[in-house]
């Protein structure tokens, strides 16, 4: 039952011409895909001794309780969807499958590692996305995948990713909903290199041969990454955003923009719709870089909201996926999947709940003075209220109340993790 405090809301904002009821339906359609790293420090369940040497990755804390094993990662994303409000979707990497123990290099995976996820999925009425994991692995450890000069271990990752396209493939179409496979690669140098073209050209037959099966898009789409630097590639990046936005133009393919890889003073706001006159979706990774790509859990700042607002005032909310992609190993892990989350969808309902009409009708008219004292109106207007009514409808804790819970579960169950 709707509360007083919305009822008011819902008045203020109906002043304004804005149907709260409206918005929140449209915010209970828009999923969020929750990353499975955050909840093991970006392990995975390989058991191979592989780690994020040479990866350009690393998790930072030592936060007691993390997953060890799927069941420990399944049940800890339960508590986690229990906490978030609306219908959402898992994003997995590949070094997290079911391996019964067993080794099974990467490009040898199939779906049989992934179907214990899948039917897990569909029990929990989630969507799944798919990532090969191209780091973290013997044939990685020089910094160099896709893009190796060595013709055989550029093969293996070449067919890993084939593999990771089928298990995509294979997940949207027993799940009913198309699975996105990202491709992120670390390839780079630490120091300036004398030839920048021959690994982007070998990039590009890669990628040319990692996609050359089309497959339905009902079931699958695919996206390319890519990033400015990362540790030990700081001087250069083979996939780097001007790479991969020619090559989603010319191959049409998804573009992921993550929030961390780019410049510091750079934001994805601008890019959103300048990306989208050309590629036919995108892939948003929701993170919050501070200096660099850190990789902290995503706050409801001024960032944020540009992107989301972006969203919806473009109408790009129809093409575009938005997955999260930080880990926070110095704080509660399920928290801060709970944390990002909620905010994302937060600074999306503010988006929802923008003057538009107001906005719009002033930038055409060149009211320029009307339309910067609407947008700055709009920051004080209750969405509060309106995001409480949400978590009520969508039986989810209201305000600060899912903390209580999150520490309950950490006593009871993180705790007995050693």
Request: aromatic share 8%; charged share 25%.
């Amino acid at each position: 039952m709707a509360t007083s405090a919305y009822f008011l809301a819902q008045e203020t904002y109906a002043a304004l011409g804005i149907d709260t009821e409206a918005a929140l339906r449209r915010l209970a359609g828009v999923p969020i895909s929750l990353h499975c790293w955050q909840g093991d420090d970006v392990g995975g369940f390989e058991k191979t001794g592989n780690d994020l040497s040479g990866s350009g990755i690393a998790a930072t804390g030592n936060y007691p309780g993390k997953a060890r094993t799927i069941d420990e990662l399944r049940k800890d994303l339960e508590l986690a969807y229990r906490l978030i409000p609306g219908k959402h979707r898992l994003n997995l990497h590949a070094c997290y499958g079911d391996f019964g123990g067993k080794k099974v290099d990467r490009d040898a995976i199939t779906v049989a590692q992934f179907q214990s996820w899948i039917d897990w999925a569909k029990a929990n009425g989630l969507g799944l996305d798919f990532n090969p994991t191209c780091f973290a692995h013997p044939k990685a450890s020089d910094g160099f995948t896709l893009s190796h000069a060595d013709a055989g271990i550029r093969q293996f990752w070449i067919d890993h990713c084939i593999a990771s396209r089928k298990i995509g493939a294979e997940m949207g179409r027993q799940l009913g909903t198309p699975t996105v496979t990202n491709v992120w690669i670390p390839d780079g140098y630490k120091d300036l290199p004398f030839d920048r073209r021959a690994p982007r050209e070998r990039l590009t037959a890669a990628l040319d041969a990692v996609f050359a099966e089309a497959i339905d898009p009902r079931h699958h789409l695919d996206a390319v990454e890519s990033k400015l630097f990362g540790i030990g590639s700081e001087s250069y990046v083979v996939g780097s955003h001007e790479f991969y936005l020619g090559y989603a133009i010319r191959k049409q393919k998804l573009i992921c923009l993550d929030a961390g890889h780019f410049h510091p003073t750079e934001t994805l706001t601008d890019k959103i719709s300048s990306v989208l006159m050309n590629v036919p979706e995108l892939l948003l990774h929701v993170s919050r870089g501070v200096r660099w790509d850190s990789d902290h859990v995503v706050i409801l700042d001024d960032h944020l909201r540009a992107i989301m607002e972006e969203l919806v005032r473009g109408d790009y909310l129809g093409r575009t996926h938005i997955g999260l992609d930080y880990f926070d190993a110095s704080i509660n892990r399920i928290a801060a999947w709970t944390i990002g989350t909620r905010n994302a969808i937060k600074a999306l309902l503010i988006a929802l709940l923008e003057p538009a009409a107001q906005l719009r009708s002033s930038e055409n008219a060149g009211d320029l003075t009307a339309r910067l004292a609407w947008m700055e109106e709009s920051k004080s207007l209750p969405f509060a209220a309106v995001w409480d009514e949400h978590c009520r409808r969508q039986n989810v804790p209201v305000g600060g109340a899912w903390i209580a819970e999150i520490k309950a579960y950490e006593r009871a169950v993180l705790s007995q993790r050693v």
